[in-house]
């Protein structure tokens, strides 16, 4: 069974920076995409960022220039480094893995609350 685990979350100011951590368990090489999602309360679950296996990344307007993707194959894991966060950072930081087969998996979450 596929698990993915995030971890890194916490409170920071405004101005601060986070490590969101995603372990995935088994090869990472299983999965040709990897992207991080995002939920505020009350509203709908947004796209952030993916990198693909070959390591191009993409990421969302609202955090281009703030917010980094990247995975390490050696530890199974997938990153997201949050420079310069804001209030409107505040949310649930999931983690989300995609098999050519078709199967989606999703972590449980991580809580990033922005505030001073």
């Known amino acids: 069974q596929v698990q993915l685990v995030e971890s890194g979350g916490g409170l920071v100011q405004p101005g601060g920076s986070l490590r969101l951590s995603c372990a995935v368990s088994?090869?990472?090489?299983?999965?040709?995409?990897m992207y991080w999602y995002r939920q505020a309360p009350g509203k709908e679950r947004e796209f952030i960022a993916t990198?693909?296996?070959?390591?191009?990344?993409t990421h969302a307007d609202s955090v281009k220039g703030r917010f980094t993707i990247s995975r390490d194959n050696a530890k199974n894991t997938m990153y997201l480094q949050m420079n310069s966060l804001k209030p409107e950072d505040t949310a649930v930081y999931y983690c989300?893995?995609?098999?050519?087969?078709?199967?989606?998996?999703w972590g449980q979450g991580t809580q990033v609350t922005v505030s001073s």
């Open positions: 088994g090869s990472i090489f299983s999965f040709y995409a």
């Open positions: 989300n893995a995609r098999q050519l087969s078709g199967a989606n998996y």
């Open positions: 990198i693909i296996r070959g390591g191009t990344a």
